[in-house]
């Protein structure tokens, strides 16, 4: 398998951390892209016609994206404990958390975009809006933290991949400030998940 690979995407790094986590990292090659919203790249166009990462070649030859296709996936080919519940209540509440952790980065990305705009032409009412998305969910995700439920260490599954790659996206872009102020649950939560060598290795850092 190949995977278009930016260790700066925490889209990618969620596939990564998945397969890490499952045993399949060793069979997954990293092509890495070099892509922006104003400059896609043409060869990952060639992948993905959306020119978004990450998509994945299976061994099969066949290409697909984006990345909570390739997580469900790649547990497909997972020989211990799914790390997304097959069935019932459960897997709605681990794809809901996804979700959550997706639209977070997505916001964020875009408040990312404005700020890299020349200054005359920052739109702020946008960036206002967009940073309200990322701490409604920060807020929601520490309430989750508090409840514990999904988030017990023990249990490991895709909807605590994707927090926690969501949280180190912040924690490397800063767009939203410290997003542990006054959500002491879910930064003790990221703390001891951190350590987690799936996590460690896959730090984010400017390429």
């Known amino acids: ?11 990618v790094r969620k596939v990564i951390v998945f397969a890490l986590e499952t045993g399949l990292d060793a069979r997954i090659e990293r092509v890495p892209i070099k892509t922006t919203p104003t400059t896609p790249s043409p060869e990952l166009s060639r992948y993905n016609p959306l020119t978004k990462l990450p998509a994945l070649q299976t061994d099969e030859g066949t290409w697909l994206f984006d990345s909570p296709v390739i997580c469900e996936y790649l547990d497909t080919l997972n020989a211990a404990a799914p790390l997304i519940p097959r069935e019932g209540a459960e897997r709605f509440d681990v794809l809901r958390l ?3 952790s997706d639209g977070l980065v997505e916001a964020g990305l875009l408040c ?13 009412v946008w960036t206002e809006s967009q940073l309200g998305k990322v701490n409604r969910a920060l807020d929601a995700l ?3 933290a508090r409840d514990g439920r999904h988030f017990s260490l023990e249990r490991l599954h895709l909807g605590q991949i994707a927090v926690a790659c969501a949280l180190g996206w912040l924690d490397f872009r800063q767009v939203a400030g410290d997003f542990r102020l006054a959500r002491p649950n879910l930064a ?20």
């Open 98 to 100: 996804q979700a959550l």
């Open 1 to 11: 398998m190949r995977i278009t690979w930016s260790s700066t995407s925490p889209f």
């Open 142 to 144: 520490e309430i989750e």
């Open 188 to 207: 003790k939560w990221y703390g001891q998940f951190s350590e987690r060598s799936s996590m460690a290795s896959t730090v984010p850092h400017e390429e």
């Open 112 to 124: 990312r975009y404005e700020s890299l705009r020349p200054s005359a032409h920052a739109w702020h």
